[in-house]
C-alpha cells in the first residue's frame, strides 16, 4: 500500500502536481459541470496541466464528462466535466449517546446503504467498535456496492469529544463514562483494515452538510442539536478545528451562569439547559416522556410544556448569538433528527435574537437555516474520507491514515488489473 496519496514522490513538483490535482477536483465537487478551459482559468493553470489532470481524474473513473451549456453561434455543446458518483465511496458512523448511525456515501454524497442501532446507556466502547466493524461489513456486501473495494476510500468516524486527533482517541468525553481514552481509529483500522479518519460529530456533521449542498468556500456555522448540542465552523471551504481539533463546542457556552451542573464539570451549559434531554427531563414533571416530539405534541395542550420550550428556545437563541458574535458568519446551518420537532418554535426565536441583538445587525443580517439531511453525523463522518482526497497535504489530519485517498482507488485498481491479467 503507498505511503502518499499518489505515487510520485517527496519532490516539489510532485506535491504542485498533488495539490493542484486535488484544486481541480474540488472545483469539480462543487460544480453541476464546469469545463476544462473554466478550470484553467478559474485557478490560474495552463490548459496542458488541467488536460494532463483531467485525464488522470477520468482513467480513476471518479469525474466524468457531460454536455453543458451551448455556446453562443454554431457548434457542438461545450464538454463539461462532474463528479461521477459511483467512482468513489465512504462509509462513515456516528456515534451518539443512545445511537449508532451508519452510511455508505457515494462521491455524489448520495446515501447508497443506511442503519440505525440503538447503543446502550455505559455499553463499553470495545463492543460498539466490534458493532461498526460489523455493520461496515455488512454494508460492504449489500447490493448497493456490491462488493468492489477498489472504490472505497476509506471509513469516517464522527464522535464525542473532546478528542485527540493526532492519534484518534476519544479523551474524556462527557456522558461517555466507558469511553475515556479509547483509541477509535487505531481499533477500526485494526478490525477492518481499511484507513481511518476520525472527527468531532458537529464538525463532521458541518462538513457533510458542505459536501451535500455542494457548497464553495462561502462560511457558515453548522449547530448540532440533539441529546447535545456541538458546533462546526466551515471557512474557505474547510472545517476550522482550531489548536486541538475541540473548536467550536456551542453546546458549553454558559446561558445561565446560576444553572445546572453540566458533566463538563461547568455550570448553565447550553447543552444541560436546552438540548432534547434537558427539555425531556424538564418535562417529566407533567407527565411520562421518552421523546421530544411526545413533549412537543402535549405543549399544545399544557402552558407549563409550552413555556419550558420556549425558555429552552430562548436559551439556544442566547448561545447562538454568542457564537455569532464571536465568528461573525452569514449563515447558521441547525441540524440534527431532532430539531423538527422543535423547528416552528425555536426558530423565530433564533432569528428574532439575531436580528435585533447581533453585533454584526447593522451592517448584514444573519440567515437562520433548518438542515434537512437526516443521518447528519454519519453522512458528515462519509465526507471526511472524501475530504482528504481534496485539501493540500498539508492540511490533512493527523488521524487520516496517510494511505487514504486516491492513492487507495489507484492502488486497489491496478492490482485488481494485474489480478485479470
Not at 474540488?26 to 483531467?54: C, F, M, Y
Not at 457556552?253 to 451549559?269: A, L, N, Q, S, Y
Not at 433528527?337 to 454584526?360: C, D, G, K, Y
Request: proline share 5%; glycine share 10%; hydrophobic share 40%.
Amino acid at each position: 500500500m503507498p505511503q502518499r496519496f499518489d505515487q510520485d514522490g517527496p519532490s516539489p513538483q510532485a506535491r504542485l502536481r498533488r495539490e493542484h490535482e486535488r484544486v481541480i477536483l474540488r472545483a469539480i465537487t462543487v460544480n453541476e459541470a464546469v469545463s476544462r478551459t473554466q478550470l484553467a482559468a478559474d485557478h490560474g493553470l495552463s490548459q496542458q496541466s488541467v488536460g494532463r489532470i483531467v485525464r488522470d481524474l477520468l482513467s480513476d473513473g471518479l469525474i466524468e464528462e457531460t454536455s453543458t451549456d451551448q455556446p453562443d453561434g454554431p457548434g457542438a455543446p461545450r464538454i463539461g466535466l462532474r463528479v461521477r458518483a459511483d467512482g468513489a465511496f465512504a462509509l462513515g458512523f456516528g456515534i451518539e449517546r443512545d445511537r449508532l448511525t451508519g452510511v455508505m456515501l457515494d462521491f455524489g454524497s448520495n446515501v447508497r446503504w443506511q442503519i440505525s442501532r440503538t447503543i446502550l446507556p455505559g455499553q463499553p466502547a470495545i463492543e460498539v467498535l466490534q458493532r461498526i466493524a460489523e455493520d461496515a461489513r455488512l454494508a460492504l456486501g449489500s447490493t448497493e456496492f456490491a462488493g468492489d473495494r477498489s472504490r472505497l476510500c476509506g471509513l469516517g468516524i464522527a464522535a464525542p469529544g473532546p478528542l485527540d486527533l493526532t492519534s484518534g482517541t476519544i479523551v474524556g468525553a462527557p456522558n461517555f463514562p466507558n469511553w475515556q481514552h479509547v483509541n477509535v481509529a487505531a481499533e477500526l483500522r485494526r478490525l477492518l483494515d481499511l484507513p481511518v479518519v476520525i472527527d468531532n460529530s458537529a464538525t463532521a456533521a458541518a462538513i457533510g452538510t458542505k459536501w451535500q449542498l455542494r457548497r464553495g468556500p462561502t462560511p457558515f456555522l453548522y449547530c448540532y442539536w440533539g441529546l447535545g448540542i456541538g458546533g462546526g465552523l466551515v471557512v474557505d471551504d474547510e472545517a476550522y478545528h482550531g489548536m486541538t481539533g475541540n473548536t467550536m463546542e456551542i453546546g458549553h457556552i454558559v446561558v445561565t451562569p446560576d444553572g445546572r451542573h453540566c458533566d463538563c464539570g461547568g455550570v448553565g451549559c447550553l447543552e444541560t439547559e436546552a438540548s432534547v434531554a434537558a427539555i425531556v427531563n424538564d418535562a417529566a414533571g407533567y407527565g411520562e416522556f421518552s421523546a421530544i416530539d411526545e413533549v412537543v405534541a402535549a405543549a399544545a395542550r399544557s402552558a407549563p410544556l409550552a413555556a419550558i420550550l420556549t425558555e429552552a428556545a430562548h436559551k439556544m437563541a442566547t448561545g447562538l448569538l454568542t457564537a455569532v458574535n464571536l465568528v461573525d458568519v452569514d449563515e447558521i446551518i441547525i441540524g440534527g433528527e431532532h430539531f423538527r420537532a422543535v423547528e416552528r418554535i425555536f426558530v423565530p426565536v433564533i432569528r428574532e435574537r439575531l436580528e435585533n441583538r447581533a453585533f454584526r445587525r447593522h451592517i448584514s443580517s444573519v440567515k437562520v437555516t433548518v438542515s434537512a439531511y437526516e443521518a447528519a453525523s454519519a453522512v458528515g463522518a462519509a465526507s471526511l474520507v472524501f475530504q482528504t482526497l481534496l485539501p493540500p497535504q498539508a492540511q490533512l489530519k493527523p488521524s487520516a491514515d496517510p494511505s487514504a485517498g486516491l492513492a487507495v482507488i489507484r492502488a486497489s485498481r491496478r492490482q485488481q488489473a494485474r489480478s485479470m491479467s
